[in-house]
Nanobody, 124 residues
């Protein structure tokens, strides 16, 4: 059974950091681009960051550029999102997913497999 398991969410103060993990089981991530989405309590789901299947290309939403880093470790069949300088507007449920095609514009329109969400709350 193909599964993606996201973890690492929690409560953090503004300016703090969190590292989210996404582990795949039942299939290999070697042939998949990967991405992170998030959904605020009163908002739509948005694409936050993507990374190509080999890990050489990444792309970020303007709202997180310079603060978030995405890493793909095919040897561990996992992906990570390092989130620094967190802001209250980063609060939401974060989901990992595979997607079709390149990590480029509108990658977030091509999701395939989804993991369950992990809650990130940025609050003092």
């Amino acid at each position: 059974q193909q599964q993606l398991a996201a973890s690492g969410g929690g409560l953090v103060q503004p300016g703090g950091s969190l590292r989210l993990s996404c582990a795949a089981s039942g299939f290999t991530l070697d042939y998949s681009g990967m991405g992170w989405f998030r959904q605020a309590p009163d908002g739509e789901r948005e694409g936050v960051a993507c990374i190509s299947l080999g890990g050489g290309t990444s792309s970020f939403a303007d709202s997180v550029k310079g603060r978030f880093t995405i890493i793909k470790d095919n040897a561990k069949n996992s992906m990570y999102l390092q989130m620094n300088s967190l802001k209250s507007e980063d609060t939401g449920v974060y989901y990992c997913a595979t997607f079709r095609g390149p990590c480029s514009s509108h990658w977030f329109l091509r999701p395939e497999y989804w993991g369950q969400g992990t809650q990130v709350t940025v609050s003092s």
